[in-house]
Nanobody, 121 residues
Framework: QVQLVESGGGLAQAGGSLRLSCAAS?????MSWFRQAPGQEREFLAG????????YYRDSVKGRFTISRDKDKNLLYLQMNSLKPEDTAMYYC?????????????????WGQGTQVTVSS
């Protein structure tokens, strides 16, 4: 099972930016980012295909968040701009099953431990 380790979270002001990284222990095709705020369900944010040619986003983050990957280094990124207080959550990267849906919790093969993002107003 692939091991995933996120980094890059922290405290940001509203309107600011953060870049999250996720290091995978081995080559992984479909990958996604999710987040979970206290008392809420874990939600899909963005997904990327194996070679990075296709990306998918939750409507609320389109135009603000960008998912990308360095497939040679087994790294996944999430660039977050124009942050809002409602973006405060624990952020997780996920390896998706080979034919799985990027947005489906049930199609996640492996989770990272998460990295906290806090946005102050």
């Amino acid at each position: 099972q692939v091991q995933l380790v996120e980094s890059g979270g922290g405290l940001a002001q509203a309107g600011g930016s953060l870049r999250l990284s996720c290091a995978a222990s081995e080559r992984t095709l479909r990958m996604s980012w999710f987040r979970q705020a206290p008392g809420q369900e874990r939600e899909f944010l963005a997904g990327i295909s194996g070679f990075g040619g296709s990306t998918y986003y939750r409507d609320s983050v389109k135009g603000r968040f960008t998912i990308s990957r360095d497939k040679d280094k087994n790294l996944l990124y999430l660039q977050m701009n124009s942050l809002k207080p409602e973006d405060t959550a624990m952020y997780y990267c996920a390896a998706i099953t080979p034919e799985g849906r990027y947005y489906a919790l049930s199609d996640v093969a492996s989770w990272g431990q998460g990295t906290q993002v806090t946005v102050s107003s």
